[in-house]
């Protein structure tokens, strides 16, 4: 168990739809990341928040957004979903902003199937 | 941005043979580097990382790995594999300076009784 939560753990919705995953990180860590795993992208990096603020971005979406709570937790929010966004979502936090040293450790992810 | 390169989607072995699994980068800067193993049905876990100093890192359950910075390598090793080191591994490349980190494409390994 790397200490990193997400929920739901699978998740089922049609096209058009909007959803929410969501990322309790490990205690004391600052940074959240999220990443979204398919078959024909293999793992990509979409954003990063550490202690509220957007930090870095990667291959987001403009129909993803993502935000990181006072008590430090992440919401991932997917809108207009396609086909093709279905995917395993996973959330990761490490202690600082990563370039420090600092491991990354792993959710177990969210299945999103779209449908 | 950088990209990372992984050479093989899928490794098979027999048990007690050597592993060498391949990762090449293509940032010219400063980075660190990891493998993360993903065993069937399972999240993320790190094996090992470089950060800095000696280039060749020992990491969990056997496992090390040596930085070569003018190849821009950072191949994962294993001397004698067990069945179950049967999983996905990836490689992940950070940019030390904006923080940017990508995962190559994956190498299925799996490991023959």
């Known amino acids: 168990d790397s200490g990193v939560t997400q929920t739901p753990k699978h998740l089922i919705t049609a096209t058009g739809q909007r959803v929410t995953l969501r990322c309790s990180p490990r205690s004391g860590d600052l940074s959240v990341y999220w990443y979204q795993q398919s078959l024909d992208q293999g793992l990509q990096f979409l954003i990063q928040y550490y202690n509220g603020e957007e930090r870095a971005k990667g291959n987001i979406l403009e129909r993803f957004s993502a935000q990181q709570f006072p008590d430090l937790h992440s919401e991932l929010n997917l809108s207009s979903l396609e086909l093709g966004d279905s995917a395993l979502y996973f959330c990761?936090?490490?202690?600082?902003?990563?370039?420090?040293?600092?491991?990354?450790?792993f959710g177990e992810g969210s299945w999103l199937t779209v449908v | 941005a950088q990209s990372v390169s992984q050479h093989n989607h899928h490794v098979i072995l027999s048990e007690a043979a050597s592993l060498e699994l391949g990762c090449n980068y293509s940032?010219?800067?400063?980075?660190?580097l990891f493998w993360y193993v993903q065993y069937p049905g399972q999240h993320l876990q790190l094996l090992l990382k470089y950060f800095s100093g000696d280039p060749l890192v020992k990491g969990i359950k056997g496992f090390e790995a040596e930085f070569i910075k003018s190849k821009f390598s950072f191949n994962l090793r294993k001397p004698s594999v067990q069945w179950s080191d049967t999983a996905e591994y990836f490689c992940a490349v950070r940019n030390y300076n904006n923080n940017d980190m990508r995962f190559g494409a994956g190498t299925r390994l799996t490991v023959k009784p």
């Open positions: 990761a936090s490490s202690v600082g902003l990563g370039v420090d040293g600092n491991t990354i450790y």
């Open positions: 940032y010219g800067g400063t980075v660190n």
